[in-house]
């Protein structure tokens, strides 16, 4: 296909206009949020306790707590499973900054583990390494509508003592083993983020089958209270809370996307399908993968260049970016999700998140009262970048869709998205040409 790339001032694959934006409004969203706003119960309100009950039902969990994003949900989790100060919790070294971060805002250190380049989630044969006397919990991220490989990683935790909290916020009704996310660790995380496939805007959801973690997860969501905001007025503060709760108009939005969720998702796999055919000729691509076994649902449709047989190897992240800038120009919606493996944010590196080396060497952490016991220095935390190959080379060589797949748009979008690839992976000598901002 030789053919002038639109970046250059050819013709775009994907019409102006083709594709739909996400979520898709209905009367329903409508009906709901306008019956919230004129409903007077404008902070935690009846919306976010049936979205609670709603969402539990359909997660297959019995308790549940609507917070306002998943980082929110994910501090939640810490704060079940008992992780404090200088505790470690073990993390994917590539996921959104999030899943290690939330560890952050509890004085909680994150210890980085490579991911397994097919699948892109954490690799559980490299979680046992990872291991100390320290660590507490692993947070097993199911990146991008793909559930981690669950037997393994709860063989390590049991064998050690460890909590397993469930990153679900990218993976809404992802399997297993016929087992749904969710349902494997202690506690989970979902999200409700503008992106996710069940859509509030902003949002988050903490669940749980253990009526102890609830209680204590909850602890957080408030003023560090025992009590519920419907409860008696009197107070018994003796933790920090953050004040985590969701708003009702937000709830009400949430459930009216709810009762469409499985359909959107029905939909995301007979999209993904259709895009998997049309690139499966496709040259130097590499597409995701659904194990035997997994259900994924394309909640992101993450594709790979190889760069090593376009001859990129050497500069894979500005070719990689040259590729997206062309495609962009062709009219798909696609860019470059997260850049870098997390620990190479400048906080994970420099290990002073809060200063004087909180949490890594806090006064009074488990790290420090070690130290003083032992009369020696620990030796700092390792986040040499050598340590995640495949987390570092992914960062360089993807690309990243959730809108093309989502409803309201149909397989015929799938189509037009596969001839823009096409079109662009055709035309490898117009791609060398094109000038990005900022070069």
Same mark, same amino acid.
């Given at each position: ?7 250059? &001032? ?53 308790? +549940? ?79 991008? &509508? ?22 679900? +916020? ?28 069940? +859509? ?110 376009? &001859? ?18 062709? &009219? ?40 003083? /016991? ?11 970048? /050598?340590?995640?190959?495949?987390? +570092? ?18 397989? /015929?979008?799938? /189509? ?24």
């Amino acid at each position: 296909m030789s053919e002038k790339l639109a970046i250059h &001032g050819g013709d775009r694959a994907v019409p102006e206009g083709v594709m739909k934006k996400w979520p898709p409004i209905e009367d329903i969203d409508r009906k709901m949020v306008l019956a919230s706003l004129e409903g007077g119960e404008h902070t935690y309100g009846p919306n976010c306790k049936a979205l609670e009950k709603e969402f539990a039902e359909w997660a297959g969990l019995k308790y +549940c707590v609507a917070c306002n994003s998943g980082t929110a949900a994910l501090h939640m989790c810490l704060v079940a499973c008992d992780c404090g100060a200088g505790d470690e919790v073990i993390v994917p070294a590539y996921t959104w900054p999030s899943s290690a971060t939330c560890c952050l805002h509890h004085n909680v250190v994150p210890i980085f583990v490579d991911i397994d380049w097919e699948t892109m989630n954490i690799d559980p044969a490299k979680i046992e390494a990872a291991v100390t006397e320290r660590t507490k919990a692993i947070i097993a991220v199911h990146l991008h &509508g793909l559930a981690v490989d669950m037997d393994p990683v709860m063989e390590i935790a049991r064998r050690h003592g460890l909590k397993v909290i469930e990153d679900a +916020c990218q993976s809404h009704g992802a399997t297993y083993k016929g087992r749904t996310v969710g349902s494997f660790g202690d506690c989970v995380a979902y999200s409700t983020n503008q992106n996710k496939c069940l +859509c509030s805007g902003e949002g988050g959801l903490f669940l749980t089958n253990d009526e102890q973690m609830h209680a204590k997860g909850k602890t957080l969501w408030y003023f560090g209270e025992n009590r519920v905001p419907d409860e008696a007025p009197e107070y018994h503060t003796y933790g920090m809370g953050w004040m985590y709760r969701m708003a009702d108009l937000t709830a009400a939005f949430a459930r009216a996307q709810l009762t469409r969720l499985d359909d959107y998702l029905a939909q995301q796999k007979v999209n993904a399908a259709r895009l998997a055919e049309c690139l499966a000729d496709v040259e130097n691509l590499i597409l995701p993968v659904e194990p035997e076994g997994y259900s994924h649902t394309w909640y992101n449709y993450t594709v790979r260049f190889d760069m090593e047989a376009l &001859g990129h190897a050497d500069d894979a992240k500005d070719f990689r970016d040259k590729l997206v800038a062309a495609l962009k120009a062709e &009219g798909v919606d696609t860019g470059v999700w997260q850049a870098w493996p997390v620990p190479q944010m400048t906080v994970i590196q420099a290990q002073n998140a809060y200063g004087r080396g909180c949490p890594w060497t806090c006064q009074g952490s488990k790290r420090h009262i070690s130290r003083l /016991e032992t009369s020696h220095r620990d030796e700092p935390v390792d986040y040499s970048l /050598e340590q995640y190959p495949v987390a +570092c080379r992914h960062s360089t060589w993807h690309t990243g869709m959730t809108t093309p797949l989502r409803a309201p748009n149909g397989p /015929e979008v799938a /189509e037009l998205v596969a001839t823009a690839f096409a079109k662009v992976m055709s035309n490898i000598n117009q791609v060398e040409r094109v000038e990005l901002k900022g070069k």
